[in-house]
T-cell receptor, first 111, second 116 residues
Framework: SQQGEEDPQALSIQEGENATMNCSYK?????LQWYRQNSGRGLVHLIL?????REKHSGRLRVTLDTSKKSSSLLITASRAADTASYFC???????????FGKGTLLTVNP | ETGVTQTPRHLVMGMTNKKSLKCEQH?????MYWYKQSAKKPLELMFV???????ENNSVPSRFSPECPNSSHLFLHLHTLQPEDSALYLC???????????????FGPGTRLTVL
């Protein structure tokens, strides 16, 4: 069954604004990862947050994890046109080698 | 993306053709994966290889046949495909630490497959 579910499905903002995407999941996890995909390309890993962590930063990215609500958020600050991409959350439910991906949020940053 | 390469990048084939997709990882990882990405659907895990052994086969039709001759190379052999198999096929690799949480996966650029 599908694990991660991103929200919103699509988001359009102006350059310089912040973008927030959310991910909800159903079962307990070991870690949650965020990936980015430019149109028709492979996925690029952005950040991994473990189940015992609540917040993590990487450059302009901030990820939070609330295991009680089974949700995570990805915040991109001071967005740029180059941030235009699809963003996916992926959860590790404990089975070896298996990440379960959501359908993604399509972010468009307008110059 | 340069750590994991995939060829060809685009492939058009008829339903009676036989073709193969190739993936190579230059990261020294011990696990490799095939995913299928169709429009409006979540990424679907197809096959997993760890230490060259297939550890996962997510009920994939037999017209898809994986091969992992060593820990750096992964193939997906295709035969008698259907138009609904048209999709982006992504290869990924990771360093498995043994039993425990799944770590970061590194993806190739994908092969865009069109079945006529």
């Amino acid at each position: 069954s599908q694990q991660g579910e991103e929200d919103p499905q699509a988001l359009s903002i102006q350059e310089g604004e912040n973008a927030t995407m959310n991910c909800s999941y159903k079962t307990s996890i070991n870690n949650l990862q965020w990936y980015r995909q430019n149109s028709g390309r492979g996925l690029v890993h952005l950040i991994l947050i473990r189940s015992n962590e609540r917040e993590k930063h990487s450059g302009r990215l901030r990820v939070t994890l609330d295991t009680s609500k089974k949700s995570s958020s990805l915040l991109i600050t001071a967005s740029r046109a180059a941030d235009t991409a699809s963003y996916f959350c992926a959860t590790d439910g404990g089975s070896n080698y298996k990440l379960t991906f959501g359908k993604g949020t399509l972010l468009t940053v307008n110059p | 993306e340069t750590g994991v390469t995939q060829t060809p990048r685009h492939l058009v084939m008829g339903m009676t053709n036989k073709k193969s997709l190739k993936c190579e990882q230059h990261l020294g990882h011990n696990a490799m994966y095939w995913y299928k990405q169709s429009a409006k659907k979540p990424l679907e895990l197809m096959f997993v290889y760890n230490f060259k052994e297939q550890t996962e086969n997510n009920s994939v039709p037999s017209r898809f046949s994986p091969e992992c001759p060593n820990s750096s190379h992964l193939f997906l052999h295709l035969h008698t495909l259907q138009p609904e198999d048209s999709a982006l096929y992504l290869c990924a690799s990771s360093q498995d630490q043994g039993r425990g949480p799944t770590d970061t996966q590194y993806f190739g650029p994908g092969t865009r497959l069109t079945v006529l």
